[in-house]
């Protein structure tokens, strides 16, 4: 039998599933992902107090949608839809969905109407992330409308004797407010759960894991001096001890003086056995005539696997592979197991070669950015590291588009440069997710005294975010911009133009690749 869980989150196949899931956990519920066909019988067996449909790519008005059983929604516990479910349980119980206004795509506001049960701790009108097309035009009979957004859109509906609520947007994404208070109030006050997780027991748990799984063997981690993989090598580190080997590949995608710093990180201060190989001269002759962006992952992870395979070959033997993996790769790898899309695979999900016969630990596979952060902070890794902005193992290559030429890769290391540091200068860096410079093939028209030029377009990215999942682009200062801007242009040879990028994830991701 199913080991007993408080709510259950049943997966429509979109990105948001586990980052529910997770947000209920971080609240202290026990929360575990369903099927989306689960059954009612399934559902009581597993002693759910409650259930969360969750959002997910497809319509309501499709011919073919994902499986589900509707009898869930008559077992009498609590239901919460979520955007795509918050449209099911309309279609399901007899009310009407349309496809509505594209406008309503990202972040909007609402406005509370009526005395609401999970709305009870918002403000009367608060931001929300929409991200779906389709909207609730009449609900099921013994529903009320308590929350509509500017353009007179259903936000939020509810059954208070069936104890069924639809919400239009997004309340587990960290850019809408209150959300955490909105899925409290439908766990705690409406379900009856008790809070039961603590995230401070994970590095306990996951060292008595990893020495059951490891036994007497010798593990390789593959680190980049990053967050995730340093944080992996410190945890794994601390349950094998000096069976643990790290190895550095610089494969000449680093940002600038990158190489040298994460060395000195990770064999001076963190005292980690550590082996650093220069690989780029490969690494650029596998990436070379390359202009598609998966592709280029796919070749940069092979690469990677290749020189795992023959370090491996020559100072092993390893019967394992550590990884800094975090959920967010899996989901945006379509990796789950789960019905969510591919965005872009990711350079440590795609699976490693036949040759090379390694288990693989991934002990953050389950987590997030920020929770791999706390974890850091407490295993005593702090000094201005846990605060570094994530920097993707594919490098500089996602950010380079289309062929990665040593010119290009050049002008996007030195952009990236003078941008971080003039964020630095400013103390602003550390108060963002990600800060860097994106250069592409397109070149414009400058003039620098009186003569023509023809240079590069870099475009410049800054994003807020709690964990990369969404993310919004950051309103800095114009001096501060303008400043970058002079300096790109004044110092970094071959670029006539600076731009500065002001979407959103959704619609676009942090990575222009
Ligand atoms: P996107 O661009 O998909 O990225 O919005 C979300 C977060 O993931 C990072 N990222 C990666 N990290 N390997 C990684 O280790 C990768 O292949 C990769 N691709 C994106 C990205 O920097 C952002 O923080």
Redesign the pocket.
Known sequence: MAARCDILVLDFGGQYAHLIQRRLKDLGVKAELARSDVSPGEVTRRGARGIVLSGGPASTLDERTPPMDAGVLRIGIPVLGICYGHQLIARELGGRVTTGVAAEYGRTRVRVQKGSTILRDVRPSFRVWMSHADTVASPPRGFVPVARSEDGVIAAMEDGKRRIFGLQFHPEVSHTEFGKEILSSFAFDVCGCRRGWEPGDFIGDKVREIKDSVGGGRVLCAVSGGVDSTTAAVLVGRAVGDRLKCLFVDHGLLRKGEAAAVMELLKDRLGLDVAHVDASERFMKALKGTKDPEEK?LAIGSEFAAVFEEFSRKEGPFEWLAQGTLY??VI?SGRSGGPASK??S???VGGLPGGLRLKVLEPFRELYKDQVREIASALGLSGGFTSRH?????GLA?RVIGEVTPDKLRICRESSAVFEEELQRAGLHDRLW?AFAVVGDDKVVGVTGDSRTHGHLVTLRAVRSSD?MTAEWARLPAALLDRVSRRITNEVAGVAMVSYAISN?PPS???PQ
Not at 390 to 394: D, Q
């Open positions: 992952r967010p790769d945006e965005i872009k990711h350079h440590n994530p920097f993707p193992g594919t996602v990600q990369g994830k991701t942090i990575e």
